[in-house]
Nanobody, 127 residues
Framework: QVQLVESGGGLVQPGGSLRLSCAASGPTSDIYGTGWFRQAPGKEREFAAGIQWFSATTIYTDSVKGRFTISRDKDKNVVYLQMNTLKPEDTAVYYC????????????????????WGQGTQVTVSS
């Protein structure tokens, strides 16, 4: 069973930056890809960014394109989400999730396709 642990959340002013980390442990060779999702109060959990583990192909939702960057360190089994130019509407709990091998690139944006989830980290953007 793959375990995922997020870190790096916190309070930041609008226009600021944060970097989230997602450390994977267990049978990480089973991972096809990793995604970051976010859930604001009273809203559905939504896809933010995803990365295919071996090719490093990335995909983003429109609202974060140009501001967020997802990357991974295969040697450390860590996935990062660099978030710049943060806005109040980015406030949410951010979750890391992983797809098992055998999935395809299209699965990265599908919440229902993910096999493993972290516990989440709070990001608050406020002055």
């Amino acid at each position: 069973q793959v375990q995922l642990v997020e870190s790096g959340g916190g309070l930041v002013q609008p226009g600021g930056s944060l970097r989230l980390s997602c450390a994977a442990s267990g049978p990480t060779s089973d991972i096809y890809g990793t995604g970051w999702f976010r859930q604001a109060p009273g809203k559905e959990r939504e896809f933010a960014a995803g990365i295919q583990w071996f090719s490093a192909t990335t995909i983003y939702t429109d609202s974060v394109k140009g501001r967020f960057t997802i990357s991974r360190d295969k040697d450390k089994n860590v996935v990062y989400l660099q978030m710049n130019t943060l806005k109040p509407e980015d406030t949410a709990v951010y979750y890391c999730a992983a797809l098992k091998r055998g999935k395809n690139i299209g699965a990265l944006i599908q919440k229902s396709e993910y096999d493993y989830w972290g516990q989440g980290t709070q990001v608050t953007v406020s002055s």
